[in-house]
């Protein structure tokens, strides 16, 4: 037990000590960070979703059924706030963000890697590309009432054509020139340090408020995510690292990105902001020990 103990907290401590680098670099240097954001999610995050879905050996049903379990654990979570949420008369529409959309980058990506190898890569994007996709249709939805169609700007980021052409690409084998690839792979490789610099940045800049409707909304991400995760496995009767990455995802913390859409849009920036941090610190024990579950 105690070797495991040593072997999860050795997968999880360079992600955590990077996320703390990125924090108090944001605390020493007070501006100048977002170039390094804008980098790392328009063109390093690309370049990674290229790198590993153009290489990618999976069968379409396993891919498919990672898929669905996606859309399913962003949706059973919010299904359960609104419920919570009607009993309790909360009104809040930002709440609902960071319970239903999980950091699908961050942490996941860099974690997964270095617990099961790269070969866990491809499951995770499925995960980002329906976090990606969600927050900029339905989140927009969600937090504007339906009256906004910001949602559009999902056609503004790179990496949903990344994704598209990666996938057809794959499907169809077509031979893309070596300089491409070559390319990709370079900046593939500085996506995860990188990611994770830009998550202790971002969290750097919250401030902490109404510690009890955050603490509801954290315990409803990572309690209903867990059981959503098990379901989803008992449903499409997955297996081997399919499982695994499934399960990880499902109690991953609150994705970073829903600040910055509630603060767009005001829809309670402070409690998102507030669950968001909240999550990830507590996600500093809830990881390690999926991962010792999951064994």
Known sequence: MASTLIHVLQIVAPAFLIIALGFGFCRYIRNGYETLIKITMGILVPAFAWEHLYRM?????????????????????????????????ISQRGIYLPIMFMNSVNLPFPILAAAYGEAAIPFALMFYL????????????????????GYFQIFREPVVYVVIVALLCNAGEVEVPEFINGSAHLLAQATIPMVLLALGIQLAQVKVTELKLSFIAVAIRFVGGALTGVFCVWLF??????YKVVVLESVMPCAVITSLVAEKYRAQPEIVASTILISTVISIIVIPCTLIFLG
Do not use: H, Y
């Open 130 to 149: 329906t976090a990606f996709v969600g927050i900029f249709t339905l989140g927009l939805i969600i937090v504007s009432g339906g009256k906004e169609k």
């Open 57 to 89: 050996k999976l069968e379409s049903g396993v891919i498919t059924d990672v898929l669905l379990s996606s859309v399913i654990i962003m949706l059973v979570p919010g299904l359960i706030a609104w419920g919570v949420f009607r009993v309790m008369g």
């Open 237 to 242: 009767q997955l297996e081997g690292l399919a």
